[in-house]
């Protein structure tokens, strides 16, 4: 046994962190599969039924950093470094609060029709908060540190296809912009749906040098 993975075993339990961030990405792949359903239907009457149910889950996500905040200002040592926590606990966080951006902004800008690199954008941020549950759950043991490394650089992977697809959106509308004010909508609301793919990676990135620190 390595040192770091004999600190780790010494330290206290406190299993209540791994299962608040457990509860954390959960909810952020459940937020991502109704995001990117609801954005594939392509019907703007669904979009105020898409944002109350979004508004719940970031408020459920809200709740539960709050929780992981509370947890740390009452515990000394914990499983792994509070900073990881945090920084874990408040980029799933951003990942719900851009998907809720994006809701309130179809609703508010009255948008008629999805450009299909949204929806294409929408499918990357599902295939990431699956992986990002996997990556959370790998924090209990941290025993195959293989199979973590292969899902961070998926991750990667998956943050420079939505890089892609978020540059050439921009391409295309500013190739044609016929209604600037159109324009100026789906430009921000491409670049809202791009930042929680940042965010993903950054769970990944967080996931993966707490696991070089302690396995």
């Known amino acids: 046994m390595s040192l770091n993975a004999l600190m780790r075993w010494l330290k206290p339990r406190e299993m209540v962190f791994f299962e608040l961030l457990e509860a954390s990405a959960a909810n952020i792949l459940e937020a991502a599969q109704l995001f990117d359903r609801e954005l594939r239907s392509g019907d703007p009457a669904r979009y105020a039924e898409l944002r109350r149910q979004m508004k719940d889950l970031e408020h459920k996500g809200d709740e539960i950093t709050h ?41 508010l800008y009255r948008i008629e029709r999805i450009m299909p690199a949204a929806t294409q954008l929408s499918s990357v941020i599902v295939e990431g908060a699956q992986e990002t549950v996997k990556l959370i759950g790998s924090l209990r043991k941290m025993d195959n540190v293989a199979d973590i490394r292969t899902r961070i650089r998926h991750v990667h992977a998956l943050e420079n296809k939505a890089d892609s697809l978020y540059h050439g959106a921009l391409a295309q509308i500013f190739d044609d912009p016929k209604d600037p004010i159109e324009l100026m909508k789906w430009k921000e609301i491409l670049e809202t749906i791009e930042e929680a793919t940042d965010r993903v990676e950054r769970v990944a990135q967080t996931v993966g040098s707490t696991v070089m620190r302690n396995a």
Do not use: S, W
Not at 90 to 95: P, R
């Open 67 to 107: 929780q992981i905040v509370d947890k740390l200002n009452q515990t000394f040592v914990t499983p792994i470094e509070r900073e990881d926590i945090l920084d874990l606990a408040h980029c799933m966080d951003d990942v719900a609060d851009c998907m809720d951006a994006v809701c309130e902004r179809l609703v």
